[in-house]
């Protein structure tokens, strides 16, 4: 058992690449606010029953030897070394789907799966609110299989020298491909089983919650084969990006005491801007990073109310006539 912070919640890539180990880099070095030591020890739990996931076929993650493990920490539980692909769904009651759907990417720097505040707990949320929710439990870079181990190799990333800067979604893509292969395999999945879903495929959006957030921006950007119908970037990078023309709708919210992301300026939401398409962006006072589905005594616990006003001025949370 090891101590550690909400490090493990941030987004960091040590996929193959210059530019996703410079991204790894980059966010743990990003001059990180200390984070309250509260209920921090992680702790080996046994992996939690999930009879309802379903495996998404993209296969084994390559050369992956460590198998999979979870361990509790926060007051929630946590998934590392995820070799197969899976996406759980969480399904509204029939009389009040609204037709509309949401696939959940939570974060934990593509290192560990933050499953339940940003996993779960979202999705039963949105559930509750007549959308459709599907978790998805995507494949992670592989690390030691001891928490001591993990704990160690991430300080050992953070030993290294800060990257001048951060990669935008485009230049991100390329080390991300067993990531994004998982993510447009779980829009392919809810479209072939949207009318046993009661899913309108012409309205499947993603949520995601830091390295989710880039795993949600890079499919929102890398191609039109799995694009989402609306996107929420919660605590995620905001570099500047190049917004095609049908960009769907973009959510965005982002804490001023992020130590990650609050200080590396507003580029996405600018390039949104300037491309035309629709987008909404709360910059709550404090925060910090990873608040997701916990309860805080701070403005940032109001994102959640926030988005499903957000859906429904889009008229997410009515049937389309």
């Not at 505040?117 to 999705?123: R, T």
């Not at 690390?143 to 800060?162: K, N, S």
């Not at 609050?262 to 910059?283: D, Q």
């Amino acid at each position: 058992m090891i101590r550690t912070t909400r490090l493990l919640h941030a987004f960091g890539r040590a996929v193959r690449g210059s530019a996703p180990m410079a991204l790894v880099l980059a966010l743990f070095c990003a001059g990180l606010a200390p984070a309250s030591a509260q209920n921090d020890a992680m702790t080996p739990i046994a992996t939690p029953a999930q009879p309802t996931a379903i495996p998404l076929g993209t296969g084994p993650l390559p050369e992956a030897k460590v198998p999979e493990s979870w361990h509790s920490q926060y007051g929630s539980v946590f998934a590392r070394n995820v070799i197969e692909a899976t996406l759980t769904p969480f399904l509204p009651d029939p009389a009040k789907a609204t037709g509309a759907a949401v696939i959940v990417a939570p974060g934990g720097g593509f290192r560990s799966l933050s499953m339940e505040n940003e996993g779960w707990d979202v999705a039963r949320a949105l559930a509750d609110r007549g959308v459709a929710a599907f978790v998805l439990k995507y494949r992670l870079n592989q690390t030691p299989a001891d928490l001591e181990g993990f704990g160690q190799a991430i300080r050992d990333m953070l030993a290294g020298p800060r990257p001048a800067r951060q990669p935008d979604a485009a230049e991100a893509a390329s080390g991300l491909a067993p990531q994004l292969a998982d993510s447009r395999a779980a829009f392919a999945l809810v479209r072939s089983r949207a009318a046993e879903w009661h899913v309108d495929p012409d309205r499947i959006g993603m949520i995601g919650f830091s390295a989710g957030a880039m795993l949600t921006m890079v499919t929102t950007l890398a191609g039109e084969d799995a694009r989402p119908a609306f996107v929420a970037d919660i605590y995620g990078p905001l570099s500047p990006a190049k917004v095609p023309a049908d960009a769907p709708p973009l959510f965005v919210a982002l804490a001023a005491d992020d130590g990650l992301f609050a200080n590396s300026g507003f580029g996405l939401i600018e390039s949104w801007r300037a491309a035309g398409r629709p987008v909404e962006f709360h910059f709550y006072e404090r925060g910090g990073h990873g608040f997701g589905m916990y309860p805080k005594d701070t403005t940032s616990t109001g994102w959640f109310e926030a988005y499903v006003s957000w859906l429904k001025m889009h008229g997410l949370l009515q049937k389309k006539k």
